[in-house]
């Protein structure tokens, strides 16, 4: 039998601009607006909400779009498909990659700049707040050539403007972009990069994808193809051999020095507290190019886009890792307050009494397949896990504190939570669920569905 040919989506950086105005998901400004400061905190006043464009900049004649993807709204209108089914593509991205397309021309060398570069001059490149160390390009997606293994890794870092043609470039532990150039280390040469500001939805998703659901053999621009269902077209870098996406709004192009450090940070991040200052390599930026009336991009790394990146990727990560080894997984929930990322919502069926006990089995699972969750809960497929009220409900009324809470000391999670030693923590489990045995006398009062209609109210 001919296999299936994949749903195509359509993941272009401007069409998914067009389809968030059609849904009136952009709000623009109608006045000029600082890139010291004011942009930054308007984008956290409006944070979670619709996407904000700027089109008049104090000093820069380029727009900046901010808060993309905030919120579910804006993901779904800006893919133009609702949350599970973006899951769904995130999902089969990972097991299914289609090789990229190569072009010999691409909309974002369409102006290029070599000489006389000046990246603070020529990008609108945000402070956000006065306890920064400087000013940060946010929204780069690091593209690189693995220097041993050859394969292609795209991940977000953050870029420190240090000089005209220099920037620092943040590297965490674990993170593929730190072994590609502790690599290029080892053998002492300089590591080519490009940073890709706006692009195409699919490489910002694999981007944010990482540890065990994107394995270091993986080639992210082609797990960025099985995401759109089609081949993501590239194009080569004028400056070094990379391939990039083809119609990215901007590109920074150049190479990490391997010898060499300097002071970056602090900067505001995702959990809220400012990142400590460290050391951390030199990128010279030797051209930089961009499409015609370019948009650039930023993210507040202390806002809800930050979060929300990551998601659908680590719920679609969860449930394939959950479904294969339990089958008693209904759906799962990375919840807002948990920042996406630190705790989640096991939805459970159980069938018969022989599955009774799996709900735990779960919640252990999800620890190991998600290092940075700190706390799970399970609850029955009664329970809405999207609404806060209802999983409350089910913690009030079916969670028993001697019986159904279980920690795990000491366990391996994330290094920005500042409760922990150093990411080391422990972790809360809680069932919530009903015993399958008493699922009768837990049973919920239900009320006949009736009709209501516009014109039944007295106003």
Not at 21 to 33: K, M, S
């Amino acid at each position: 039998m001919k296999p299936e040919t994949p749903p195509v989506l359509s993941t272009g950086f401007r069409e998914a601009v067009a389809r968030l105005r059609a849904a009136g998901r952009v709000r623009t400004l109608n006045r000029e607006a600082d890139p010291d400061y004011e942009i930054a905190s308007i984008m956290k006043r409006l944070d979670g909400a619709e996407a904000l464009f700027f089109p008049k900049v104090k000093g820069h004649g380029m727009p900046v779009l901010g808060n993309l993807l905030c919120s579910q709204a804006n993901c779904e209108a800006a893919f133009g498909v609702g949350y599970r089914e973006i899951r769904q593509f995130v999902a089969r991205a990972l097991g299914n990659p289609i090789a990229p397309q190569r072009l010999t021309s691409a909309p974002c060398q369409e102006h290029v700049y070599k000489e006389q570069l000046d990246v603070g001059r020529l990008l609108p490149v945000l402070r956000h707040t006065e306890a920064d160390s400087g000013r940060f390009i946010t929204a780069g997606i690091v593209v690189v050539q693995d220097p041993e293994t050859g394969v292609y890794n795209a991940s977000y870092h953050r870029l420190q403007l240090l000089g005209p043609r220099r920037t620092a470039v943040k590297l965490d532990f674990g993170r593929h972009l730190r072994l590609a150039y502790e690599r290029a280390q080892k053998l002492k040469k300089d590591l080519p990069i490009a940073v890709c500001l706006g692009t195409d939805l699919a490489v910002h998703y694999t981007a944010a994808t990482m540890g065990a659901q994107m394995p270091e053999s993986a080639d992210e621009l082609a797990v960025a193809g099985g995401l759109r269902g089609s081949p993501l077209p590239v194009v080569k870098c004028l400056s070094n051999d990379l391939w990039i996406p083809a119609e990215t709004e901007i590109v920074l192009e150049g190479r990490m020095r391997w010898e060499g450090a300097v002071r970056e940070g602090p900067f505001a991040e995702f959990i809220g507290y400012l990142s400590p200052e460290g050391d951390a390599p030199v990128f010279d930026v030797e051209a930089l190019t961009h499409r015609t009336a370019p948009i650039y991009p930023a993210i507040n790394g202390y806002g809800r886009e930050t979060v929300m990146l990551r998601k659908y990727v680590m719920e679609a990560s969860l449930l394939k890792a959950l479904q294969a080894s339990v089958p008693i997984i209904e759906d799962a929930e990375m919840t807002a307050g948990g920042l996406h990322r630190f705790i989640a919502i096991l939805s459970v069926k159980k069938s018969s009494p022989q599955q009774e006990g799996l709900q735990r089995n779960a919640i252990l699972a999800a620890f190991a397949t998600l290092k940075d969750l700190d706390l799970v809960i399970a609850v029955d497929d009664d329970i809405d896990i999207r609404d806060p009220v209802d999983v409350e409900y089910a913690l009030a009324t079916r969670m028993e504190a001697s019986r159904d809470l279980f920690v795990i000391p000491d366990a391996r999670g994330h290094e920005y939570v500042r409760a922990g030693n150093n990411g080391v923590v422990s972790k809360l489990g809680i069932d919530a669920t009903v015993p399958f045995e008493e699922k009768a006398r837990f049973r919920r009062a239900t009320f006949r569905d009736v009709e209501i209609r516009d014109g039944d109210w007295l106003t």
